[in-house]
């Protein structure tokens, strides 16, 4: 497959795990596929929150949500 094999090339260590930006959902299902190649998809989103927030990100959001106020106008 000639996107497989274009991504391949790029990778710099075939056994050390790869992580691939993209927002398109599509694109993380597809290359999901590709997990034995330790390629992981990873959506641009989630990078700049992992980035931003670190690992815990998710569990202070949620807390964050919690006491969140709905305000309607």
Known sequence: NRKEGSIL????NPDQKTVILTNCPSCIQG???HSGHHIHPRHIAHELALQVGG???ENE???LSKKAEVIQF
């Open 61 to 63: 959001l949620r807390i």
């Open 31 to 33: 290359l999901g596929r």
């Open 55 to 57: 690992e815990k990100w």
């Open 9 to 12: 090339s790029v990778i710099e």
